[in-house]
């Protein structure tokens, strides 16, 4: 699995999926700049065949009409998680682990996690 965290993602989940063997985690203030807005960030993405982490529930429901446009015409998976709920680093793993051996074909998932604290939608969630 190949995660792009947002700039709201919590170092502690980037470090967490860093330590893994089957994630490859990258921050995305190491990719794009600060200020690239969410249509870009799904561009870019899209082409690098990443994932996104996210807390930013634009990405499920965006008021830009370019951002709407963007997501509905790429094919990249979002994983978006409640920062409200402050899930731990190993349960934000083990829902990973366990959407990406459930799901035998990733190119439509959409998947409630326990505690509701995330949604999983999209294709490629495991290499």
């Not at 699995?1 to 490859?24: E, G, P, Q, S």
């Not at 561009?43 to 982490?53: A, M, Q």
């Not at 015409?73 to 920062?83: C, E, K, L, N």
């Not at 409200?84 to 959407?99: C, E, I, K, T, W």
Request: aromatic residues 8%; negative net charge; charged residues 30%.
């Amino acid at each position: 699995m190949r995660l792009l965290c947002d700039h709201n993602v919590d170092d502690k989940y980037t470090n967490a999926f860093r330590r893994t063997d089957w994630i490859a985690a990258r921050p995305l203030r190491e990719v794009l700049e600060i200020d690239t807005p969410d249509s870009g960030v799904a561009s870019y993405v899209d082409e690098h065949d990443w994932v996104v982490f996210t807390s930013d529930v634009r990405f499920l429901s965006p008021d830009d009409e370019d951002v709407a446009r963007e997501l509905k015409r790429a094919d990249f998976g979002i994983i978006y998680y409640r920062q409200a709920d402050n899930p731990s680093p190993g349960d934000v793993l083990a829902a990973l682990g366990n959407v990406a051996d459930v799901h035998a074909d990733h190119t439509e998932i959409r998947t409630h996690i326990s505690g509701e604290w995330g949604i999983v939608r999209g294709t490629r969630v495991r290499q």
